[in-house]
């Protein structure tokens, strides 16, 4: 069965894929879904001893992570396994992993390794801390990471001690920083005719995705708090309760607020000194918080919604997952997209959150099993049907 693109937008690449659980499957789910030919390389189940990283194949993390791509099994701690994995480096365009740092060295896949094979060959690279340094051979971990970067310390209603974030946020951040990273060698590729070795880890994507937070330490030396449901530094943003729920309310600059004061008529809040302008509202927080909350305890949340977004005020609801999959605006936006498994049927995934006009995207494979495309792999890399028969019954394959 020949390769059969996702998109036209990276069928011409070719990528193999070391990857386990989250971070590297997220950087690789960004190119197979965008089209690149992604050749997925797992140990062979009798090797795997029943406990495969990543979880249940056919559990919903799995599927989510691994569409549109193929599966070849390769145990790469055999001379054979590393020297079929070698030979298809010779016409790949990326290798992807998230080892260890000194993992693909003892392997001899390392960049040196690869780019003496193929010179051409991008490596991108994840890890918890860097390949480099006093952390460089510490296991990572997305909440390792969410701490150390600074993350769970502003997460959190005051006073309540760290909270982590609700998604592996670390590990997805360096998985989208690190296909990011891939795209541009790719382009630069086309000038120097170089491949080169990216590189990124949970906690370099955790002090990065800070942003703002972490600028107003770098330039001014102010060391940010848990704010709970208070935006820091936007007022009066936060959560509000109303006849029915909660909702969002973003009260963002002076021509907002005063929408805001009209849409609630409490004109007289406009000119009032405790609230006419930002630094005031920010010093009153607590006191206006309050008047709001009352005020919104009034109406329900979808009476509310309708309303501030009729005025110009950013307003909406706060959803359990099942509504927000329930929501007009997400269903036309087809964040839900079906797949059809030929192991467990029709299942619904996690669409792309990137439209483009000409080049579309769409999961034209569902997760595959282990070793599902060994055979077609390795007989369009060159190999014999005797050398695929004797590579099974040595588990080599």
């Not at 005031?280 to 009476?303: P, V, Y």
């Not at 059809?340 to 494979?365: C, E, W, Y």
Request: charged letters at 20%.
């Amino acid at each position: 069965m020949p390769f059969d693109p996702a998109s036209k937008a990276l069928s011409r690449y070719t990528v193999l894929d070391l990857t386990r659980v989250r971070s590297g499957p997220t950087c690789v789910r960004q190119l197979a879904d965008w089209g690149a030919n992604v050749i997925k390389i797992e140990l062979p189940p009798a090797l795997e001893g029943g406990n495969a990283l990543g979880g249940n194949r056919h559990g919903p993390d799995f599927q989510n992570l691994h569409r549109n791509k193929r599966s070849l099994t390769l145990n790469l701690k055999d001379d054979d396994g590393i020297a079929i994995f070698k030979k298809l480096v010779e016409t790949a365009d990326v290798v992807v992993e998230n080892y260890r740092p000194d993992v693909k060295n003892r392997l001899g896949i390392d960049y040196e390794s690869l780019n003496a094979i193929n010179p051409k060959i991008i490596l991108g690279s994840i890890s918890g801390f860097g390949q480099d340094g006093p952390y460089a051979k510490r296991p990572g971990f997305d909440q390792i990471a969410q701490g150390m970067g600074g993350l769970m310390s502003i997460t959190g209603l005051p006073g309540q001690g760290p909270v982590r974030v609700g998604i592996p946020i670390a590990d997805l951040c360096a998985g989208m920083l690190c296909a990011q990273g891939i795209m541009i060698a790719l382009l630069e590729r086309e000038v120097s005719g170089k491949g080169q070795w990216v590189q990124t880890s949970l906690l370099q994507a955790m002090v990065f995705i800070l942003d703002f937070q972490a600028a107003r330490w770098t330039m001014s030396g102010e060391v940010p708090q848990q704010a709970g449901n208070n935006h820091p530094t936007s007022i009066p943003t936060g959560v509000f309760e109303t006849t029915d729920g909660f909702i969002n309310l973003a009260v963002a600059g002076n021509l907002i607020w005063r929408r805001f004061a009209k849409a609630v008529n409490r004109e007289d809040w406009i000119e009032n000194p405790d609230y006419k302008e930002a630094e005031a509202r920010s010093a009153n927080r607590d006191t206006l918080n309050a008047e709001i909350a009352e005020l919104l305890k009034t109406k329900s949340s979808e009476e509310w919604v309708e309303s501030m977004n009729a005025a110009g005020v950013p307003c909406g609801q706060i959803y359990t997952i099942d509504k927000t999959f329930a929501d007009p605006q997400v269903q036309h936006l087809e964040m839900k997209k079906t797949v059809h498994s030929n192991a467990i049927g029709d299942i619904d995934l996690v669409n792309q959150a990137i439209r483009m006009s000409r080049t579309p995207h769409d999961f034209v494979k569902a997760p595959p099993e282990a070793g599902e495309h060994s055979d077609e792999v390795l007989t369009d890399a060159g190999y014999s049907a005797d050398q695929i028969a004797d590579f099974k019954a040595r588990n080599v394959i």
